[in-house]
């Protein structure tokens, strides 16, 4: 079954970095194109960036690109979000995303806190 496991959620000061990461098991990973997202409470869940099945294609959100790198290590199954110079405004949980034969999948989440 499929599985995708977030961690590396952290408290940050305003400026810091994080890197996200989101470990899939359960299917071939090499060969989807994935998200992530993210949620802060009462609001619905937003997309942050994405990225093909082989790394060569990446969109992101207006309000995160030039500040985060979404990548992915085929090998390792894993899909990453590097996040610098971070905003109080960034504070939310954060989820990986897969569609798979119109299914979405979702991680459990890990929690960014930007604040000083």
């Known amino acids: 079954q499929v599985q995708l496991v977030e961690s590396g959620g952290a408290l940050v000061e305003p400026g810091g970095s994080l890197r996200l990461s989101c470990a899939a098991s359960g299917f071939t990973f090499s060969v989807f194109g994935m998200s992530w997202y993210r949620q802060t409470p009462g609001k619905e869940r937003e997309f942050v960036a994405s990225?093909?099945?082989?790394?060569?294609?990446?969109n992101y959100a207006a309000s995160v690109k030039d500040r985060f790198t979404i990548s992915r290590d085929n090998a390792k199954s894993t899909l990453y979000l590097q996040m610098n110079s971070l905003k109080p405004e960034d504070t939310a949980v954060y989820y990986c995303r897969l569609i798979r034969s119109r299914v979405i999948y979702w991680g459990q989440g890990t929690q960014v806190t930007v604040s000083s």
């Open positions: 990225i093909s099945p082989g790394g060569g294609s990446t």
